[in-house]
């Protein structure tokens, strides 16, 4: 599955964004979506998936303030982030993949992250 991100940029604190992920080359109904983040000089980590049916989990920090959500017959992907904090600053990044058992597995390949920043 090929993956592109957008949507980010520059936000102050207390402030919402909406990030878009458009998918192609493969049937995107049939992967676990992510979205992912990787502030700088540190680890990129996971922030959300959802099932092919809407099933969702999400990071602790971000529980409550992000959603994330799907449109299969678009084969997009979003993540709808409100009252943002200057921690939530990082590239963010979408990709396909599933569970096994309760680790989440992304495909290899990733795509072009969209960058958020969170400053007064």
């Known amino acids: 599955v090929q993956l592109q991100a957008s949507g980010g940029g520059l936000v102050q604190p207390g402030g919402s964004l909406n990030l878009s992920c458009a998918a192609s080359g493969s049937i995107f109904s049939r992967y676990v979506m992510a979205w992912y983040r990787q502030a700088p000089g540190k680890q990129r980590e996971l922030v959300a998936t959802?099932?092919?049916?809407?099933?969702?989990e999400y990071k602790g920090s971000v529980k409550g303030r992000f959603t994330i959500s799907r449109d299969n017959a678009k084969n997009t992907v979003t993540l709808q982030m409100l009252r943002l904090k200057p921690e939530d600053t990082a590239v963010y990044y979408c990709?396909?993949?599933?569970?096994?058992?309760?680790?989440?597995?992304?495909?290899?390949?990733w795509g072009q992250g969209t960058l958020v920043t969170v400053s007064s």
């Open positions: 990709n396909a993949g599933d569970y096994i058992g309760s680790y989440y597995y992304p495909q290899r390949s």
């Open positions: 959802i099932t092919s049916t809407g099933v969702t």
